[in-house]
Protein backbone atom coordinates (compact mmCIF):
# COMPACT_ATOMS: atom_id res chain seq x y z
CA UNK A 1 0.00 0.00 0.00
CA UNK A 2 1.49 3.50 -0.78
CA UNK A 3 0.41 7.41 0.37
CA UNK A 4 0.34 10.16 -1.84
CA UNK A 5 3.61 11.95 -0.46
CA UNK A 6 2.35 14.82 0.93
CA UNK A 7 0.20 12.49 3.84
CA UNK A 8 4.07 11.09 4.71
CA UNK A 9 5.54 14.73 5.28
CA UNK A 10 5.54 14.50 8.91
CA UNK A 11 7.04 10.89 8.88
CA UNK A 12 10.07 12.24 6.91
CA UNK A 13 12.42 14.65 7.55
CA UNK A 14 14.05 16.04 3.98
CA UNK A 15 16.69 17.42 5.95
CA UNK A 16 17.67 14.29 7.43
CA UNK A 17 17.02 12.48 3.82
CA UNK A 18 19.18 15.38 2.14
CA UNK A 19 22.54 14.95 4.96
CA UNK A 20 22.74 11.36 3.71
CA UNK A 21 22.45 12.23 -0.08
CA UNK A 22 25.02 15.16 0.67
CA UNK A 23 27.13 12.64 2.40
CA UNK A 24 27.78 10.10 -0.15
CA UNK A 25 27.93 13.08 -2.63
CA UNK A 26 30.74 14.29 -0.73
CA UNK A 27 32.09 10.91 -0.74
CA UNK A 28 32.37 10.91 -4.68
CA UNK A 29 33.47 15.03 -4.96
CA UNK A 30 36.58 13.96 -1.94
CA UNK A 31 37.39 11.07 -3.99
CA UNK A 32 37.52 12.85 -7.42
CA UNK A 33 39.58 16.08 -5.38
CA UNK A 34 41.98 14.11 -3.45
CA UNK A 35 43.09 11.79 -6.78
CA UNK A 36 43.45 15.00 -8.09
CA UNK A 37 46.13 16.45 -6.38
CA UNK A 38 47.79 13.27 -5.71
CA UNK A 39 48.40 12.86 -9.32
CA UNK A 40 52.04 13.68 -9.14
CA UNK A 41 52.50 10.90 -6.45
CA UNK A 42 50.94 8.20 -8.05
CA UNK A 43 52.34 8.47 -11.61
CA UNK A 44 55.65 8.19 -9.75
CA UNK A 45 54.80 5.28 -7.62
CA UNK A 46 53.32 3.45 -10.02
CA UNK A 47 55.71 5.06 -13.00
CA UNK A 48 52.41 5.96 -14.96
CA UNK A 49 52.36 8.42 -17.86
CA UNK A 50 50.19 11.17 -18.96
CA UNK A 51 48.27 9.63 -21.15
CA UNK A 52 47.76 6.70 -18.44
CA UNK A 53 46.79 8.85 -15.68
CA UNK A 54 43.75 10.43 -18.20
CA UNK A 55 42.54 7.13 -17.99
CA UNK A 56 42.78 7.08 -14.45
CA UNK A 57 40.60 9.94 -14.35
CA UNK A 58 38.15 9.25 -17.39
CA UNK A 59 37.90 5.67 -16.77
CA UNK A 60 35.82 6.71 -13.63
CA UNK A 61 34.03 10.09 -15.73
CA UNK A 62 33.51 7.60 -18.41
CA UNK A 63 31.34 4.55 -16.55
CA UNK A 64 29.61 7.69 -14.23
CA UNK A 65 28.89 9.59 -17.71
CA UNK A 66 27.17 6.62 -19.47
CA UNK A 67 25.80 4.98 -16.89
CA UNK A 68 23.99 8.46 -14.97
CA UNK A 69 21.02 8.09 -17.36
CA UNK A 70 20.49 4.36 -16.88
CA UNK A 71 20.71 4.62 -13.67
CA UNK A 72 18.33 7.06 -13.45
CA UNK A 73 15.99 4.99 -15.06
CA UNK A 74 16.84 2.02 -12.80
CA UNK A 75 15.61 4.21 -9.95
CA UNK A 76 12.41 4.75 -11.15
CA UNK A 77 11.97 0.62 -11.26
CA UNK A 78 13.63 -0.32 -8.49
CA UNK A 79 13.62 2.74 -5.85
CA UNK A 80 16.24 5.61 -5.86
CA UNK A 81 16.77 4.89 -2.27
CA UNK A 82 17.57 1.11 -3.00
CA UNK A 83 20.09 2.27 -6.50
CA UNK A 84 21.38 4.41 -4.15
CA UNK A 85 22.38 2.53 -1.39
CA UNK A 86 24.04 -0.12 -3.66
CA UNK A 87 25.87 2.26 -5.33
CA UNK A 88 27.35 3.50 -2.18
CA UNK A 89 27.88 0.09 -1.76
CA UNK A 90 30.13 -0.42 -5.23
CA UNK A 91 31.79 2.65 -4.49
CA UNK A 92 33.35 1.71 -1.21
CA UNK A 93 34.17 -1.35 -2.96
CA UNK A 94 36.25 0.31 -6.02
CA UNK A 95 37.54 2.62 -3.31
CA UNK A 96 39.04 -0.21 -1.52
CA UNK A 97 40.22 -2.18 -4.78
CA UNK A 98 42.07 1.33 -5.75
CA UNK A 99 44.21 1.82 -2.66
CA UNK A 100 45.48 -1.88 -2.95
CA UNK A 101 46.23 -0.88 -6.56
CA UNK A 102 49.80 -2.36 -7.53
CA UNK A 103 49.87 -0.98 -11.61
CA UNK A 104 48.03 1.46 -13.51
CA UNK A 105 45.73 -1.37 -15.13
CA UNK A 106 44.78 -2.40 -11.72
CA UNK A 107 44.05 1.34 -10.60
CA UNK A 108 42.24 2.38 -13.79
CA UNK A 109 39.91 -1.07 -13.26
CA UNK A 110 39.37 0.10 -9.54
CA UNK A 111 38.49 3.87 -10.62
CA UNK A 112 35.88 2.05 -13.44
CA UNK A 113 34.29 0.61 -10.11
CA UNK A 114 33.97 3.80 -8.03
CA UNK A 115 32.68 5.61 -11.13
CA UNK A 116 30.21 2.52 -11.57
CA UNK A 117 29.10 3.28 -7.84
CA UNK A 118 29.04 6.86 -8.26
CA UNK A 119 26.75 6.58 -11.52
CA UNK A 120 24.07 4.03 -9.14
CA UNK A 121 24.22 6.95 -6.55
CA UNK A 122 24.10 10.33 -8.21
CA UNK A 123 20.77 10.38 -10.03
CA UNK A 124 18.88 9.70 -7.66
CA UNK A 125 19.11 12.92 -5.46
CA UNK A 126 16.88 15.60 -7.61
CA UNK A 127 14.10 13.14 -7.42
CA UNK A 128 14.01 13.18 -3.16
CA UNK A 129 14.52 17.04 -3.81
CA UNK A 130 11.47 17.69 -5.69
CA UNK A 131 9.72 15.16 -3.85
CA UNK A 132 9.91 16.20 -0.63
CA UNK A 133 11.42 19.95 -0.54
CA UNK A 134 8.29 22.30 -1.62
CA UNK A 135 9.15 24.53 -4.40
CA UNK A 136 9.63 27.44 -2.48
CA UNK A 137 12.58 25.37 -0.39
CA UNK A 138 14.55 23.58 -2.71
CA UNK A 139 16.89 27.09 -3.47
CA UNK A 140 18.06 25.93 -0.05
CA UNK A 141 18.33 22.64 -0.53
CA UNK A 142 20.17 23.55 -3.89
CA UNK A 143 22.62 25.56 -1.85
CA UNK A 144 23.20 22.72 0.80
CA UNK A 145 24.27 20.93 -2.17
CA UNK A 146 26.39 23.47 -3.32
CA UNK A 147 28.01 24.00 -0.32
CA UNK A 148 29.04 20.34 0.11
CA UNK A 149 30.74 20.44 -2.86
CA UNK A 150 33.01 23.59 -2.15
CA UNK A 151 33.48 22.03 1.09
CA UNK A 152 34.56 18.45 -0.68
CA UNK A 153 37.04 20.68 -3.32
CA UNK A 154 38.60 22.37 -0.24
CA UNK A 155 38.79 19.15 2.07
CA UNK A 156 39.78 17.29 -1.06
CA UNK A 157 43.69 18.89 -2.14
CA UNK A 158 43.84 20.04 1.76
CA UNK A 159 43.28 16.32 3.42
CA UNK A 160 44.45 14.75 0.39
CA UNK A 161 48.05 16.79 0.10
CA UNK A 162 48.01 15.67 4.58
CA UNK A 163 47.47 12.24 3.65
CA UNK A 164 49.58 12.02 0.80
CA UNK A 165 51.99 13.96 2.46
CA UNK A 166 52.55 11.55 5.86
CA UNK A 167 50.69 8.57 4.65
CA UNK A 168 51.13 8.10 1.24
CA UNK A 169 48.81 8.01 -2.01
CA UNK A 170 46.89 4.81 -0.99
CA UNK A 171 45.23 6.08 2.00
CA UNK A 172 43.15 9.02 0.07
CA UNK A 173 41.20 6.18 -1.21
CA UNK A 174 40.85 3.97 2.10
CA UNK A 175 39.36 7.20 3.70
CA UNK A 176 36.31 6.16 1.70
CA UNK A 177 35.93 3.10 3.51
CA UNK A 178 34.46 4.03 6.84
CA UNK A 179 32.50 7.08 5.15
CA UNK A 180 31.08 4.65 2.61
CA UNK A 181 30.37 2.48 5.85
CA UNK A 182 28.33 5.59 7.57
CA UNK A 183 26.50 6.41 4.33
CA UNK A 184 25.17 2.93 3.78
CA UNK A 185 24.00 2.54 7.57
CA UNK A 186 21.87 6.42 6.94
CA UNK A 187 20.77 5.21 3.77
CA UNK A 188 19.33 1.96 4.95
CA UNK A 189 17.52 3.89 8.50
CA UNK A 190 16.74 7.62 7.19
CA UNK A 191 16.22 7.29 3.65
CA UNK A 192 12.87 6.49 2.73
CA UNK A 193 11.46 4.26 0.10
CA UNK A 194 10.64 6.12 -2.76
CA UNK A 195 8.94 4.51 -5.78
CA UNK A 196 7.36 5.42 -9.02
CA UNK A 197 3.52 5.49 -9.39
CA UNK A 198 3.96 3.05 -13.00
CA UNK A 199 6.46 0.15 -13.69
CA UNK A 200 8.93 1.67 -16.32
CA UNK A 201 10.94 -0.35 -19.14
CA UNK A 202 15.02 -0.02 -19.58
CA UNK A 203 15.86 0.62 -22.99
CA UNK A 204 18.53 -1.37 -23.13
CA UNK A 205 19.68 -0.98 -26.90
CA UNK A 206 19.91 2.50 -25.86
CA UNK A 207 22.18 1.60 -23.13
CA UNK A 208 24.35 -0.51 -25.33
CA UNK A 209 24.66 2.59 -28.07
CA UNK A 210 25.30 5.44 -26.38
CA UNK A 211 27.67 3.69 -24.14
CA UNK A 212 29.60 2.38 -27.23
CA UNK A 213 29.47 5.68 -28.67
CA UNK A 214 31.13 7.58 -25.89
CA UNK A 215 33.51 5.02 -25.50
CA UNK A 216 34.75 5.18 -29.10
CA UNK A 217 34.71 9.02 -29.17
CA UNK A 218 36.70 9.14 -25.95
CA UNK A 219 39.23 6.49 -26.36
CA UNK A 220 40.41 8.49 -29.53
CA UNK A 221 40.63 11.37 -27.87
CA UNK A 222 42.39 10.37 -25.32
CA UNK A 223 45.16 7.78 -27.03
CA UNK A 224 45.43 9.71 -30.04
CA UNK A 225 48.68 11.86 -29.14
CA UNK A 226 50.07 8.11 -27.64
CA UNK A 227 49.60 6.59 -31.36
CA UNK A 228 50.52 9.74 -33.34
CA UNK A 229 47.13 9.75 -34.71
CA UNK A 230 47.32 7.05 -36.62
CA UNK A 231 46.81 3.17 -36.36
CA UNK A 232 45.90 1.31 -33.26
CA UNK A 233 45.29 -2.22 -34.16
CA UNK A 234 46.85 -3.16 -37.53
CA UNK A 235 45.19 -0.80 -40.10
CA UNK A 236 42.65 0.63 -37.49
CA UNK A 237 43.33 4.40 -36.89
CA UNK A 238 42.55 7.28 -34.21
CA UNK A 239 40.45 9.24 -36.70
CA UNK A 240 38.19 6.00 -37.99
CA UNK A 241 37.89 5.05 -34.31
CA UNK A 242 36.61 8.98 -32.98
CA UNK A 243 34.63 8.27 -36.37
CA UNK A 244 33.35 5.09 -35.68
CA UNK A 245 32.06 6.34 -32.00
CA UNK A 246 30.40 9.51 -33.73
CA UNK A 247 28.36 7.38 -36.05
CA UNK A 248 26.97 5.02 -33.10
CA UNK A 249 26.30 8.28 -31.37
CA UNK A 250 24.11 9.34 -34.42
CA UNK A 251 22.50 6.18 -34.77
CA UNK A 252 21.58 6.53 -30.68
CA UNK A 253 20.00 9.89 -31.39
CA UNK A 254 18.06 8.23 -34.43
CA UNK A 255 16.88 5.02 -32.91
CA UNK A 256 15.57 7.21 -29.22
CA UNK A 257 13.69 9.76 -31.61
CA UNK A 258 11.86 6.49 -33.12
CA UNK A 259 10.95 5.54 -29.03
CA UNK A 260 9.89 8.80 -27.57
CA UNK A 261 6.46 6.65 -27.34
CA UNK A 262 7.80 3.83 -25.62
CA UNK A 263 10.10 4.63 -23.00
CA UNK A 264 13.10 6.14 -24.68
CA UNK A 265 16.07 6.35 -22.78
CA UNK A 266 16.20 10.23 -23.49
CA UNK A 267 12.78 11.23 -23.43
CA UNK A 268 13.33 14.05 -26.09
CA UNK A 269 10.22 16.37 -23.78
CA UNK A 270 12.72 17.94 -21.60
CA UNK A 271 14.93 19.50 -24.32
CA UNK A 272 11.47 21.51 -25.02
CA UNK A 273 12.28 23.72 -22.06
CA UNK A 274 14.45 26.26 -23.00
CA UNK A 275 15.64 26.30 -20.04
CA UNK A 276 16.63 23.29 -19.01
CA UNK A 277 18.02 22.85 -22.44
CA UNK A 278 20.60 26.49 -22.29
CA UNK A 279 21.07 24.85 -17.98
CA UNK A 280 22.04 21.56 -19.65
CA UNK A 281 24.49 23.62 -21.97
CA UNK A 282 25.84 25.30 -19.68
CA UNK A 283 26.60 22.63 -17.17
CA UNK A 284 28.47 20.59 -20.14
CA UNK A 285 30.62 23.46 -20.31
CA UNK A 286 31.19 23.82 -16.47
CA UNK A 287 32.01 20.07 -16.80
CA UNK A 288 34.21 20.69 -19.01
CA UNK A 289 35.89 24.00 -17.43
CA UNK A 290 36.48 22.13 -14.35
CA UNK A 291 38.62 19.69 -15.37
CA UNK A 292 40.28 20.78 -18.24
CA UNK A 293 41.56 24.16 -16.14
CA UNK A 294 42.35 21.97 -12.84
CA UNK A 295 44.34 18.97 -14.73
CA UNK A 296 47.00 21.05 -16.36
CA UNK A 297 46.82 23.53 -12.96
CA UNK A 298 47.37 20.40 -10.03
CA UNK A 299 50.77 19.35 -12.13
CA UNK A 300 51.68 22.80 -12.45
CA UNK A 301 51.62 23.17 -8.70
CA UNK A 302 53.76 20.67 -7.85
CA UNK A 303 55.75 20.09 -10.96
CA UNK A 304 56.73 23.12 -11.98
CA UNK A 305 55.96 25.33 -8.58
CA UNK A 306 57.12 22.44 -7.05
CA UNK A 307 55.10 22.44 -4.15
CA UNK A 308 54.36 19.34 -1.87
CA UNK A 309 50.71 17.84 -2.13
CA UNK A 310 49.32 19.45 0.63
CA UNK A 311 51.31 23.08 0.06
CA UNK A 312 49.51 22.83 -3.41
CA UNK A 313 46.07 21.66 -1.40
CA UNK A 314 46.32 24.70 0.83
CA UNK A 315 47.36 27.00 -2.01
CA UNK A 316 44.12 25.79 -4.10
CA UNK A 317 42.07 25.84 -0.79
CA UNK A 318 40.96 29.47 -1.01
CA UNK A 319 38.73 29.16 -4.24
CA UNK A 320 36.02 26.35 -2.22
CA UNK A 321 36.30 28.41 0.72
CA UNK A 322 35.41 31.44 -1.26
CA UNK A 323 32.31 29.25 -2.61
CA UNK A 324 31.24 28.22 0.42
CA UNK A 325 30.85 32.24 1.55
CA UNK A 326 29.24 32.84 -1.55
CA UNK A 327 26.55 29.99 -1.98
CA UNK A 328 24.31 30.78 0.43
CA UNK A 329 24.37 34.31 -0.66
CA UNK A 330 23.48 33.46 -3.63
CA UNK A 331 20.95 30.93 -2.54
CA UNK A 332 18.92 34.10 -0.89
CA UNK A 333 19.50 36.03 -3.96
CA UNK A 334 18.02 33.68 -6.15
CA UNK A 335 14.15 33.63 -4.57
CA UNK A 336 14.18 37.08 -5.30
CA UNK A 337 15.67 37.88 -8.52
CA UNK A 338 15.80 35.94 -12.01
CA UNK A 339 18.61 32.92 -11.57
CA UNK A 340 20.15 34.13 -14.84
CA UNK A 341 21.23 37.63 -13.19
CA UNK A 342 23.13 35.37 -11.19
CA UNK A 343 24.01 33.06 -13.47
CA UNK A 344 25.52 35.59 -16.04
CA UNK A 345 27.46 37.44 -13.50
CA UNK A 346 28.87 34.39 -11.58
CA UNK A 347 30.08 32.63 -14.80
CA UNK A 348 31.89 35.66 -15.86
CA UNK A 349 33.78 36.05 -12.52
CA UNK A 350 35.06 32.39 -12.81
CA UNK A 351 36.23 32.94 -15.73
CA UNK A 352 38.07 36.13 -15.30
CA UNK A 353 39.44 34.27 -11.89
CA UNK A 354 40.75 31.85 -13.92
CA UNK A 355 42.21 34.33 -16.81
CA UNK A 356 44.20 35.75 -14.26
CA UNK A 357 45.46 32.78 -13.00
CA UNK A 358 46.75 32.15 -16.31
CA UNK A 359 47.79 35.70 -17.19
CA UNK A 360 50.01 35.20 -13.58
CA UNK A 361 51.65 31.91 -14.54
CA UNK A 362 55.03 31.66 -14.48
CA UNK A 363 58.05 28.87 -13.90
CA UNK A 364 58.91 30.83 -10.73
CA UNK A 365 56.08 32.47 -9.45
CA UNK A 366 54.77 32.58 -5.95
CA UNK A 367 52.48 30.43 -4.74
CA UNK A 368 50.44 33.44 -3.31
CA UNK A 369 50.15 35.14 -6.30
CA UNK A 370 47.22 32.89 -7.61
CA UNK A 371 45.19 34.44 -4.59
CA UNK A 372 42.71 37.01 -6.11
CA UNK A 373 41.75 34.77 -8.87
CA UNK A 374 41.41 32.11 -6.78
CA UNK A 375 38.84 34.06 -4.39
CA UNK A 376 37.07 35.40 -7.45
CA UNK A 377 36.66 32.14 -9.43
CA UNK A 378 35.67 30.66 -6.26
CA UNK A 379 32.73 33.13 -5.47
CA UNK A 380 31.88 32.97 -9.42
CA UNK A 381 31.44 28.88 -8.69
CA UNK A 382 29.30 29.90 -5.78
CA UNK A 383 26.73 32.12 -7.85
CA UNK A 384 26.90 29.52 -10.88
CA UNK A 385 26.31 26.16 -9.04
CA UNK A 386 22.72 27.20 -7.14
CA UNK A 387 20.49 28.73 -10.02
CA UNK A 388 22.25 26.41 -12.78
CA UNK A 389 19.83 24.08 -11.36
CA UNK A 390 17.51 25.74 -10.27
CA UNK A 391 16.72 27.67 -13.17
CA UNK A 392 17.24 23.82 -15.50
CA UNK A 393 14.37 22.09 -13.37
CA UNK A 394 11.96 25.43 -12.79
CA UNK A 395 9.31 24.77 -15.66
CA UNK A 396 9.67 21.18 -15.84
CA UNK A 397 6.99 19.20 -15.11
CA UNK A 398 7.68 16.89 -11.85
CA UNK A 399 7.14 13.51 -13.46
CA UNK A 400 10.21 14.85 -15.91
CA UNK A 401 12.22 15.43 -13.02
CA UNK A 402 13.98 11.92 -12.68
CA UNK A 403 15.25 11.22 -15.78
CA UNK A 404 16.02 15.35 -15.87
CA UNK A 405 18.33 14.35 -13.26
CA UNK A 406 20.04 11.65 -15.08
CA UNK A 407 20.66 13.69 -18.34
CA UNK A 408 21.78 17.20 -16.19
CA UNK A 409 24.68 14.84 -14.92
CA UNK A 410 25.18 12.93 -17.69
CA UNK A 411 25.74 15.60 -20.03
CA UNK A 412 28.45 17.59 -17.04
CA UNK A 413 30.33 14.40 -16.87
CA UNK A 414 30.70 14.06 -20.75
CA UNK A 415 32.08 17.63 -20.73
CA UNK A 416 34.02 16.43 -18.08
CA UNK A 417 35.27 13.77 -19.81
CA UNK A 418 35.75 15.36 -23.16
CA UNK A 419 37.96 18.05 -21.51
CA UNK A 420 39.94 15.35 -20.15
CA UNK A 421 40.60 14.08 -23.72
CA UNK A 422 40.84 16.89 -25.65
CA UNK A 423 42.86 19.37 -22.72
CA UNK A 424 44.93 15.96 -22.23
CA UNK A 425 45.79 16.02 -25.88
CA UNK A 426 46.56 19.49 -26.60
CA UNK A 427 48.60 20.07 -23.48
CA UNK A 428 50.56 16.88 -24.33
CA UNK A 429 50.69 18.58 -27.78
CA UNK A 430 52.22 21.63 -27.02
CA UNK A 431 54.06 20.03 -24.23
CA UNK A 432 55.90 18.21 -27.49
CA UNK A 433 56.53 21.55 -28.87
CA UNK A 434 57.39 23.84 -26.27
CA UNK A 435 60.31 21.20 -24.86
CA UNK A 436 61.48 21.19 -27.99
CA UNK A 437 61.84 25.09 -28.33
CA UNK A 438 63.34 25.23 -24.61
CA UNK A 439 65.42 22.32 -24.99
CA UNK A 440 67.32 23.87 -27.94
CA UNK A 441 67.63 26.93 -25.89
CA UNK A 442 69.39 25.22 -23.00
CA UNK A 443 71.52 22.73 -24.96
CA UNK A 444 73.34 25.76 -26.30
CA UNK A 445 75.07 26.57 -22.56
CA UNK A 446 76.33 22.24 -22.84
CA UNK A 447 79.18 20.94 -24.42
CA UNK A 448 78.89 20.42 -28.15
CA UNK A 449 78.79 16.58 -27.54
CA UNK A 450 76.02 16.63 -24.58
CA UNK A 451 74.02 18.92 -26.84
CA UNK A 452 71.91 16.79 -29.30
CA UNK A 453 71.25 13.78 -26.65
CA UNK A 454 69.98 16.46 -24.37
CA UNK A 455 67.63 17.90 -27.07
CA UNK A 456 67.09 14.13 -28.61
CA UNK A 457 65.35 12.96 -24.98
CA UNK A 458 63.09 15.65 -24.64
CA UNK A 459 61.85 15.22 -28.42
CA UNK A 460 61.58 10.87 -27.62
CA UNK A 461 59.94 12.29 -24.00
CA UNK A 462 57.34 14.71 -25.36
CA UNK A 463 56.13 11.83 -28.08
CA UNK A 464 55.68 8.66 -26.16
CA UNK A 465 53.76 10.22 -23.43
CA UNK A 466 55.46 12.41 -20.96
CA UNK A 467 56.21 11.54 -17.28
CA UNK A 468 54.86 14.11 -15.14
CA UNK A 469 56.09 13.91 -11.65
CA UNK A 470 57.59 15.05 -9.28
CA UNK A 471 61.51 15.90 -10.00
CA UNK A 472 61.02 15.50 -13.73
CA UNK A 473 64.29 16.08 -15.94
CA UNK A 474 63.12 14.61 -19.04
CA UNK A 475 65.86 13.45 -21.39
CA UNK A 476 68.52 14.38 -19.40
CA UNK A 477 67.61 10.51 -17.79
CA UNK A 478 70.55 9.03 -19.81
CA UNK A 479 73.51 11.50 -19.85
CA UNK A 480 74.35 11.21 -16.03
CA UNK A 481 75.98 8.18 -15.67
CA UNK A 482 79.94 8.63 -16.56
CA UNK A 483 79.70 12.38 -16.58
CA UNK A 484 81.78 14.68 -14.16
CA UNK A 485 79.66 15.70 -11.20
CA UNK A 486 79.65 19.73 -12.22
CA UNK A 487 78.53 18.40 -15.71
CA UNK A 488 75.74 16.15 -13.69
CA UNK A 489 74.45 19.54 -11.86
CA UNK A 490 74.63 21.42 -14.65
CA UNK A 491 71.76 19.25 -16.87
CA UNK A 492 69.80 18.45 -13.94
CA UNK A 493 69.59 21.93 -13.31
CA UNK A 494 69.08 22.99 -17.29
CA UNK A 495 66.53 19.82 -17.69
CA UNK A 496 64.56 20.99 -14.72
CA UNK A 497 64.33 24.47 -16.23
CA UNK A 498 63.18 22.90 -19.29
CA UNK A 499 60.54 21.30 -17.81
CA UNK A 500 59.36 24.06 -16.19
CA UNK A 501 59.39 26.77 -18.67
CA UNK A 502 58.04 23.86 -21.17
CA UNK A 503 55.04 23.28 -19.45
CA UNK A 504 54.07 26.78 -18.07
CA UNK A 505 54.15 27.37 -22.54
CA UNK A 506 52.26 24.61 -23.08
CA UNK A 507 49.51 25.65 -20.04
CA UNK A 508 48.84 28.77 -20.88
CA UNK A 509 47.56 29.10 -24.60
CA UNK A 510 45.83 25.50 -23.67
CA UNK A 511 43.85 27.06 -20.68
CA UNK A 512 42.28 29.95 -22.52
CA UNK A 513 39.66 27.06 -24.31
CA UNK A 514 37.64 26.45 -21.17
CA UNK A 515 37.97 29.88 -20.11
CA UNK A 516 36.28 31.21 -23.88
CA UNK A 517 33.81 28.61 -23.09
CA UNK A 518 32.99 29.55 -19.87
CA UNK A 519 32.20 33.14 -21.41
CA UNK A 520 30.42 31.82 -23.96
CA UNK A 521 28.54 30.05 -21.55
CA UNK A 522 27.74 33.36 -19.55
CA UNK A 523 26.25 35.03 -22.91
CA UNK A 524 23.62 32.06 -23.75
CA UNK A 525 22.36 32.86 -20.07
CA UNK A 526 20.96 35.93 -21.52
CA UNK A 527 18.32 33.70 -23.69
CA UNK A 528 16.64 32.46 -20.18
CA UNK A 529 13.08 33.02 -20.12
CA UNK A 530 11.01 34.08 -16.75
CA UNK A 531 9.36 31.82 -14.86
CA UNK A 532 6.02 30.05 -16.25
CA UNK A 533 3.38 27.90 -13.98
CA UNK A 534 3.35 24.36 -14.84
CA UNK A 535 -0.74 23.29 -15.37
CA UNK A 536 -2.09 21.28 -12.93
CA UNK A 537 -3.01 18.47 -15.10
CA UNK A 538 0.42 18.58 -15.71
CA UNK A 539 2.14 18.03 -12.42
CA UNK A 540 2.06 14.31 -11.70
CA UNK A 541 3.96 12.97 -9.04
CA UNK A 542 7.15 11.98 -9.28
CA UNK A 543 6.71 8.79 -6.72
CA UNK A 544 5.19 7.48 -4.06
CA UNK A 545 6.57 6.42 -0.70
CA UNK A 546 6.41 2.60 0.16
CA UNK A 547 7.58 0.99 2.56
CA UNK A 548 6.39 -2.23 1.36
CA UNK A 549 8.59 -4.77 -1.62
CA UNK A 550 7.49 -3.60 -4.97
CA UNK A 551 5.85 -7.39 -5.03
CA UNK A 552 2.99 -6.32 -3.24
CA UNK A 553 2.33 -2.92 -4.37
Same mark, same amino acid.
Given at each position: ?????????????????????????????????????????????????????????????????????????????????????????????????????????????????????????????????????????????????????????????????????????????????????????????????????????????????????????????????????????????????? =?? +? $????? %?????? &?? !??? /??? #????????????????????????????????????????????????????????????????????????????????????????????????????????????????? =?? +? $????? %?????? &?? !??? /??? #??????????????????????????????????????????????????????????????????????????????????????????????????????????????????????????????? &?? !?????????????????????????
Amino acid at each position: MSFPIQQRASRVNPWAVLSVLMLGSFMSLLDLTIVNIAIPSILDDLHASLDQILWVLNAYSLLFAVLLITSGRLGDIFGPRNLFALGVAVFTLGSAGSGLATSGTWLIAARAVQGLGAALMSPQALPFITSLFPAERRGGAFAALGMLSGLAVLAGPTLGGFIVTHFGWRWIFFLNLPLGAITLAGALLVIPDLRPGHRHRLDLGGVALVTAGLFGVVFGLIEGQRYNWGAVWGGVTIPEII =GA +G $LLVLL %VFLLTQ &AR !RQG /REP #LVPFAVFRDRNFTLMAGVLAVMGFAMLGLFLPLTIYYQSVLGLSALAAGLTIAAQPLAMMVASPIAATLSDRVNGKYLLLPGLVLFAAGMGYIDWVAQADAGRWSFLPGLIAG =GV +G $LGFTW %VPVYSL &AT !RDL /RPD #LAGVASGLLSTIQEVGGVVAGAVIGALLQNRLASALHTEAVRAAAQLPPPARGPFVAGFDAAGSSGFDVGPGQNGGALHLLSGLPADLVAQIERLAASVFAHGFVDAMRPTLVVPIALVLLAAVATL &AV !RRGVSVPSSQAEPVATPSAEPQSVR
